[in-house]
Structures are given as structure tokens and as C-alpha cells.
């Protein structure tokens, strides 16, 4: 017993359709499983920032200073410092319009101060560095805890500019007191 040929094509037809029907759950999930390129920092509002994953052990601290992106951030368990000044996009430049900044004459102060809730004690760790001299060890391995408050202050050698901005407003004044003076006695 044959079957004709258009009763063959239905056939093969509804038994594809229903293996397609089996296989569309399977298809789905492969299309919301996708890979796709995420950013491990995520702003959580104004000033909190959480580069850990959600699900991953994680840590709550603050970091404050001269700092491009300062505020609360959630890292890994296990942060060091260099990666959490590097999260916030690390420190500021120091540039005006008028000058550019030497880095080889910028040293870094950075202080983690650190509360024991069982002693009541607080204790700060202090790093400084120059830019042109290596990370210090103790500062590259130094592992951040929870509720760590991180301040870096960058900072630099006055140049001439700097003199000239403490010292111009002084002479002026005394300028103009001695020419005030002058003119008050010559009437």
C-alpha cells in the first residue's frame, strides 16, 4: 500500500513542523544565553558604583580624593588598591590652561583607614609614591575590606606659577597702599 504523493509531503511536513515545535525551547534559551560584551562597572545612583558581580563576594568601600570617578564602590573580595584607583579611572590630572603637568614630579599620597568594630580601634595605612618610581610592594599587595575608606591626594612640587600666585596678590597690595598713601599726602 502506497500513499500518493501529496499525502507523503504532509507527512514529512507535520513531522518537521514538530520536531521544530521540540527544538524552538532549546533555540530560545541559546539566543538569551548569548555572550555579549558587558562592562564590569555598573553606576547604581550618584556616587555608588558596583564592579562586582552580582552573586560574587563583595566588598563595600569608599573612595574619596583626588580621584576621577569618587564615591561607594561594591569590588571583588580581594580588591588591592592600584585596582580600585583604577575602577575610578584614576587620579585626577592636575592641569590648568595655563600649564601641563610634569607627572614625574607628582607623588601620590594614598590613606586607607580601617575600623575594627571588636577593639573600637581605627587604623590608617599610609603609601606614598612617586609616578616615576615603582608601586610600592606593600601598597600593590595591600587587600581591601569592607567599609575601608580610601583617600588619594595627588600632589606636585610648585613650579614658578605657583610662587607667583602666592606672591603677586601681597605685592599688589602693597602696592596699592603705598600708592593710596601717597596720593592721600600729596593733597
Do not use: C, H
Given at each position: 500500500?502506497?500513499?500518493?504523493?501529496?499525502?507523503?509531503?504532509?507527512?514529512?511536513?507535520?513531522?518537521?513542523?514538530?520536531?521544530?515545535?521540540l527544538?524552538?525551547?532549546?533555540l530560545?534559551?541559546?539566543?538569551?544565553?548569548?555572550?555579549?560584551?558587558?562592562?564590569?562597572?555598573?553606576?547604581?545612583?550618584?556616587?555608588?558604583?558596583?564592579?562586582?558581580?552580582?552573586?560574587?563576594?563583595?566588598?563595600?568601600?569608599?573612595?574619596?580624593?583626588?580621584?576621577?570617578?569618587?564615591?561607594?564602590?561594591?569590588?571583588?573580595?580581594?580588591?588591592?588598591?592600584?585596582?580600585?584607583?583604577?575602577?575610578?579611572?584614576?587620579?585626577?590630572?592636575?592641569?590648568?590652561?595655563?600649564?601641563?603637568?610634569d607627572?614625574?614630579?607628582?607623588?601620590?599620597?594614598?590613606?586607607?583607614?580601617?575600623?575594627?568594630?571588636?577593639?573600637?580601634?581605627?587604623?590608617?595605612?599610609?603609601?606614598?609614591?612617586?609616578?616615576?618610581?615603582?608601586?610600592?610592594?606593600?601598597?600593590?599587595?595591600f587587600?581591601?575590606?569592607?567599609?575601608?575608606?580610601?583617600?588619594?591626594q595627588?600632589?606636585?612640587?610648585?613650579?614658578?606659577?605657583?610662587?607667583?600666585?602666592?606672591?603677586?596678590?601681597a605685592?599688589?597690595?602693597?602696592?596699592?597702599?603705598?600708592?593710596?598713601?601717597?596720593?592721600?599726602?600729596?593733597?
Amino acid at each position: 500500500m502506497q500513499l500518493p504523493l501529496k499525502a507523503l509531503i504532509t507527512k514529512i511536513l507535520s513531522a518537521a513542523g514538530l520536531v521544530l515545535l521540540l527544538m524552538l525551547p532549546d533555540l530560545a534559551a541559546a539566543q538569551t544565553v548569548r555572550e555579549l560584551p558587558t562592562s564590569r562597572m555598573f553606576r547604581l545612583g550618584e556616587g555608588m558604583v558596583r564592579i562586582a558581580e552580582p552573586g560574587e563576594l563583595a566588598d563595600t568601600l569608599s573612595l574619596w580624593g583626588d580621584v576621577s570617578a569618587p564615591g561607594r564602590y561594591i569590588v571583588p573580595r580581594g580588591t588591592t588598591v592600584p585596582e580600585l584607583i583604577s575602577y575610578a579611572r584614576g587620579p585626577i590630572s592636575l592641569r590648568t590652561g595655563e600649564t601641563t603637568l610634569d607627572w614625574s614630579q607628582v607623588r601620590l599620597e594614598i590613606a586607607i583607614s580601617r575600623y575594627d568594630t571588636e577593639t573600637g580601634i581605627e587604623e590608617v595605612f599610609n603609601f606614598r609614591y612617586r609616578y616615576n618610581e615603582p608601586v610600592p610592594v606593600e601598597l600593590r599587595q595591600f587587600v581591601l575590606a569592607s567599609d575601608d575608606m580610601v583617600s588619594l591626594q595627588v600632589r606636585r612640587r610648585p613650579i614658578f606659577r605657583d610662587y607667583v600666585d602666592v606672591i603677586a596678590p601681597a605685592v599688589t597690595l602693597l602696592l596699592s597702599v603705598i600708592l593710596l598713601y601717597d596720593r592721600a599726602r600729596g593733597n
